[in-house]
T-cell receptor, first 119, second 113 residues
């Protein structure tokens, strides 16, 4: 079974530009989450999508957005890039079901990440 | 809300020595507990998880962790480390339902030959 695939793996942008990152989850997983990883801050939750709907959102400015397609693939977009946006962006998929529809035991399965450098 | 504290940011240890990486969590609801490992330039890989039942959980690569509800801890242990265990280790809590996980800031384990 193929794992979580993230593209691109590395990219360099300049301040003020925008960027779109892509994530293909494990086949059959309908939940996709995004995390920002920076040294010293660890992993910070950005948002989670399930069946094309954003279920949860972390404490990030509106410049960070995402979406999910009917095939569960997800994209995240960062507009008006700032130097502080330089980070490893990790996507994770899960088989967890909709809250309230029973417990699941699904852990998160991570991709290798997209490393964004903003100059 | 939940939070995770990893008490040691860096842990150096000699090869074949035992190691313990400490993790404490805070949560107002029941949660699942996880340990992940991250090798350089890679994503996170699950080491082990606690869902329910026995408080001693065994994972991959010889790691184990013990869930202590009264102390809200989930420390990771390995009786004898190898050079290949050098990596970043993250403790995480996840809700019973939903997918908003909370991660600690990580512990960098360095195994010294």
């Amino acid at each position: 079974k193929a794992g979580v695939t993230q593209t691109p793996r590395y990219l360099i942008k300049t301040r003020g530009q925008q960027v779109t990152l892509s994530c293909s989850p494990i086949s059959g997983h309908r939940s996709v989450s995004w995390y920002q990883q920076t040294p010293g801050q660890g992993l910070q939750f950005l948002f989670e999508y399930f069946s094309e709907t954003q279920r949860n959102k972390g404490n990030f400015p509106g410049r960070f957005s995402g979406r999910q397609f009917s095939n569960s693939r997800s994209e995240m977009n960062v507009s008006t890039l700032e130097l502080g946006d330089s980070a490893l962006y990790l996507c994770a998929s899960s088989s967890r079901v909709t809250p309230g529809q029973g417990q699941t035991t699904g852990e998160l399965f991570f991709g290798e990440g997209s490393r964004l450098t903003v100059l | 809300a939940q939070s995770v504290t990893q008490l040691d940011s860096q842990v150096p240890v000699f090869e074949e020595a035992p190691v313990e990486l400490r993790c404490n969590y805070s949560s107002s609801v029941s949660v699942y507990l996880f340990w992940y490992v991250q090798y350089p330039n890679q994503g996170l890989q699950l080491l082990l998880k606690y869902l329910s039942g026995s408080t001693l959980v065994k994972g991959i690569n010889g790691f184990e962790a013990e869930f202590n509800k009264s102390q809200t801890s989930f420390h990771l242990r390995k009786p004898s480390v190898h050079i290949s265990d050098t990596a970043e280790y993250f403790c995480a809590v996840g809700p019973i339902t939903g997918n908003q996980f909370y991660f600690g800031t990580g512990t960098s384990l360095t195994v010294i030959p």
